[in-house]
Nanobody, 124 residues
Framework: QVQLVESGGGLVQAGGSLRLSCAAS????????MGWFRQAPGKEREFVAA????????YSADSVKGRFTISRDNAKNTVYLQMNSLKPEDTAVYYC?????????????????WGQGTQVTVSS
């Protein structure tokens, strides 16, 4: 089983960019589908983006489509979330998660391993 550690969060002005990274330990990283989720204070955890184990398939929530891009580098055991044109409503704790499945899904209950999260704050 992999362990996940996120990094790259911080404070940014609206319209700015951040790139989150999620480093995985373990030899089986390339066999996991990976996802990014976020949770704002007082709100439920919501899906942001997902990528298949091979990197050949990606999809994202409508709220971030065209602004956020998920990618992975299996040689580096890392998944990324490039976030552009950030908005104050993107403020949340961002979590990466690993899913052991043949099919990538947007449901947090389908994910098996979670990181500790990284805070992203977007000021207006």
């Amino acid at each position: 089983q992999v362990q996940l550690v996120e990094s790259g969060g911080g404070l940014v002005q609206a319209g700015g960019s951040l790139r989150l990274s999620c480093a995985a330990s373990g030899r089986t990283f390339s066999r996991y589908n990976m996802g990014w989720f976020r949770q704002a204070p007082g709100k439920e955890r919501e899906f942001v983006a997902a990528i298949s184990w091979s990197g050949g398939s990606t999809y994202s929530a409508d709220s971030v489509k065209g602004r956020f891009t998920i990618s992975r580098d299996n040689a580096k055991n890392t998944v990324y979330l490039q976030m552009n044109s950030l908005k104050p409503e993107d403020t949340a704790v961002y979590y990466c998660a690993a899913q052991w499945s043949t099919k990538s899904t947007p449901f947090y209950s389908d994910y098996d391993v979670w990181g500790q999260g990284t805070q992203v704050t977007v000021s207006s």
